[in-house]
């Protein structure tokens, strides 16, 4: 409780910013850099099917067309995925988060049990150390 006091009164703690990064920004990109790959090969499938005489110009311009559109739509997708990581991702330096603050008073108020207390503590603590040597605790909390 002291910890959260600290850190909702801005007055002590120190912070560490870390760059948070989505655990799944890079399967996101992984598969859009597949989803390319595949696009690929399907142009080089309709290219033979027009050069073997299988479709008419009119079918391979359709497909092709079609083609550049889904192409066209991951490469945005890609494009927001790399922008995506920087993006919101820096808090404001002078004040604590405004979650901090609420999980605070919620621990204030006798009226609330204890369950929805622990949920909410475990909303903005990412992790607790003790020190046995130095009879310390460490609060980590995400900070977004």
Request: with cysteine.
């Amino acid at each position: 409780m002291e910890s959260l006091k600290l850190i909702a009164d801005a007055s002590q703690g120190e912070y560490l910013r870390i760059k948070a990064t989505a655990p799944d920004c890079d399967k996101k990109r992984a598969e859009v850099r597949s989803a390319l790959h595949r696009l690929e090969i399907k142009e080089q499938r309709i290219r033979e099917a027009y050069e073997s005489g299988i479709d008419t110009l009119e079918e391979f311009k359709k497909n092709k067309l079609r083609l550049q559109k889904e192409q066209e739509h991951l490469q945005n997708e890609a494009h927001k995925l790399a922008e995506e990581p920087e993006a919101g991702n820096t808090p404001k330096e002078e004040q604590p988060p405004e979650r901090i603050r609420n999980v605070c008073d919620l621990f204030r108020s006798p009226g609330i049990n204890m369950e929805v207390k622990g949920n909410a503590i475990r909303r903005v603590l990412q992790k607790a150390v003790y020190n046995s040597q130095t009879k310390t605790m460490e609060f980590y909390y995400y900070i977004q």
